[in-house]
């Protein structure tokens, strides 16, 4: 156990002094505590499995001391809280009196919010931001948003505000995929345009290196195709909704891979305008069962786990969220007039 990296860290600074493979190291380190509390207490799996790098990364680069963190994914700051001096108390998770399972203000000066996940972070960060800016404090913001919470009307308010900053303004869009299940709206879909895009992108440049190897025609056929793409790029490129409200787009990126996080949030630390970094992560990472099923191991409640085998311990007493849809369900039953809508 005196070998455990975690062991070692009692706040962000200590991250700075670790070399990647230390990081690395502590990266499956701070997996297996998840796992090992969560299967005990209950909470949120296999979303914080996978946000674990670039959670390591943001607190490397950054100084969130003084710095500006929002979460928009509250539900996936238990990695966030293991790295700002709460490790030695995380086996109390979601138990009364112990650790809160989302951000929590009075809980550490690393939470500067409640939160949970109402695609607040970006609006949130941009008023911190010009207060900043109104007070001449030289303080660096960073909203970190899930591709369920940024289909919120909430959140796109942020990020058309957000776009006339003059100063630096990152926001992290954690793209799993998925959010908690499938995801409703038009922007939503838009969204899915980004996962077939980086396949295009690897295509094109496998394309654009081998056409000009082809004898007498390779060549102009390579330039008649940039020319295409120059012209329609504009009005097709997904990212565009981003850049058209005053943002630079970077990604997507890998959310594994730990030194080119660090690298690209090293480069993007201090760009004086606002910036969104997107970052493709797995839910589930490190944890063959729960990125098999990370639907069913998102907030899967107590777990006991014999090998590859896992068994969801059922409580005796009914949880909140099973006692609001069966009252919700009678209600719709009785009145046809009321219907169910779901915000992400």
Same mark, same amino acid.
């Not at 700002?84 to 000066?109: K, V, W």
């Given at each position: 156990?005196?070998?455990?990296?975690?062991?070692?860290?009692?706040?962000?600074?200590?991250?700075?002094? /670790?070399?990647?493979?230390?990081?690395?190291?502590?990266?499956?380190?701070?997996?297996?505590?998840?796992?090992?509390?969560?299967?005990?207490?209950?909470?949120?799996?296999?979303?914080?499995?996978?946000? *674990?790098?670039?959670?390591?990364?943001?607190?490397?680069?950054?100084?969130?001391?003084?710095?500006?963190?929002?979460?928009?994914?509250?539900?996936?700051?238990?990695?966030?809280?293991?790295?700002?001096?709460?490790?030695?108390?995380?086996?109390?998770?979601?138990?009364?009196?112990?650790?809160?399972?989302?951000?929590?203000?009075?809980?550490?000066?690393?939470?500067?919010?409640?939160?949970?996940?109402?695609?607040?972070?970006?609006?949130?960060?941009?008023?911190?931001?010009?207060?900043?800016?109104?007070?001449?404090?030289?303080?660096?913001?960073?909203?970190?948003?899930?591709?369920?919470?940024?289909?919120?009307?909430?959140?796109?308010?942020?990020?058309?505000?957000?776009?006339?900053?003059?100063?630096?303004?990152?926001?992290? /869009?954690?793209?799993?995929?998925?959010?908690?299940?499938?995801?409703?709206?038009?922007?939503?879909?838009?969204?899915?345009?980004?996962?077939?895009?980086?396949?295009?992108?690897?295509?094109?440049?496998?394309?654009?290196?081998?056409?000009?190897?082809?004898?007498?025609?390779?060549?102009?056929?390579?330039?008649? /195709?940039?020319?295409?793409?120059?012209?329609?790029?504009?009005?097709?490129?997904?990212?565009?909704?981003?850049?058209?409200?005053?943002?630079?787009?970077?990604?997507?990126?890998?959310?594994?891979?730990?030194?080119?996080?660090?690298?690209? /949030?090293?480069?993007?630390?201090?760009?004086?305008?606002?910036?969104?970094?997107?970052?493709?992560?797995?839910?589930?990472?490190?944890?063959?069962?729960?990125?098999?099923?990370?639907?069913?191991?998102?907030?899967?409640?107590?777990?006991?786990?014999?090998?590859?085998?896992?068994?969801? *311990?059922?409580?005796?007493?009914?949880?909140?969220?099973?006692?609001?849809?069966?009252?919700?369900?009678?209600?719709?039953?009785?009145?046809?007039?009321?219907?169910?809508?779901?915000?992400?």
């Amino acid at each position: 156990m005196g070998d455990r990296v975690l062991d070692t860290i009692r706040s962000p600074e200590d991250l700075r002094q /670790l070399s990647l493979e230390q990081l690395s190291q502590l990266a499956e380190e701070i997996r297996s505590r998840i796992i090992e509390v969560v299967c005990k207490r209950g909470g949120h799996l296999a979303s914080n499995l996978g946000v *674990v790098e670039l959670t390591l990364a943001l607190h490397r680069v950054f100084d969130f001391s003084r710095d500006r963190l929002l979460w928009d994914v509250g539900h996936q700051a238990y990695v966030h809280k293991l790295v700002t001096g709460r490790n030695a108390a995380f086996d109390s998770l979601r138990q009364a009196g112990g650790i809160c399972g989302f951000p929590c203000a009075a809980e550490s000066e690393y939470d500067l919010f409640d939160v949970g996940h109402a695609g607040t972070a970006i609006a949130t960060a941009v008023g911190m931001a010009r207060a900043d800016a109104l007070l001449g404090r030289d303080v660096r913001a960073v909203a970190l948003v899930g591709d369920a919470s940024i289909v919120n009307g909430t959140a796109f308010e942020g990020l058309n505000q957000a776009g006339t900053l003059k100063r630096q303004f990152l926001v992290v /869009l954690n793209d799993n995929s998925m959010g908690i299940s499938k995801t409703q709206g038009a922007l939503a879909k838009y969204l899915a345009r980004f996962r077939v895009s980086s396949l295009y992108e690897e295509v094109k440049s496998q394309v654009s290196a081998a056409l000009p190897k082809v004898p007498l025609v390779g060549q102009s056929v390579k330039d008649a /195709l940039e020319y295409l793409k120059d012209s329609i790029k504009a009005s097709v490129s997904p990212y565009q909704i981003f850049e058209q409200v005053g943002f630079k787009y970077v990604g997507p990126v890998d959310g594994h891979d730990l030194k080119h996080l660090l690298d690209i /949030l090293q480069l993007l630390k201090d760009v004086p305008h606002p910036v969104l970094l997107h970052v493709h992560t797995t839910k589930g990472r490190g944890c063959t069962w729960a990125s098999k099923d990370p639907c069913a191991f998102h907030s899967p409640g107590k777990l006991e786990v014999d090998g590859d085998s896992v068994t969801v *311990v059922k409580s005796e007493r009914k949880s909140w969220t099973a006692a609001f849809a069966e009252a919700l369900k009678q209600v719709i039953s009785e009145d046809q007039r009321v219907h169910a809508l779901t915000s992400a």
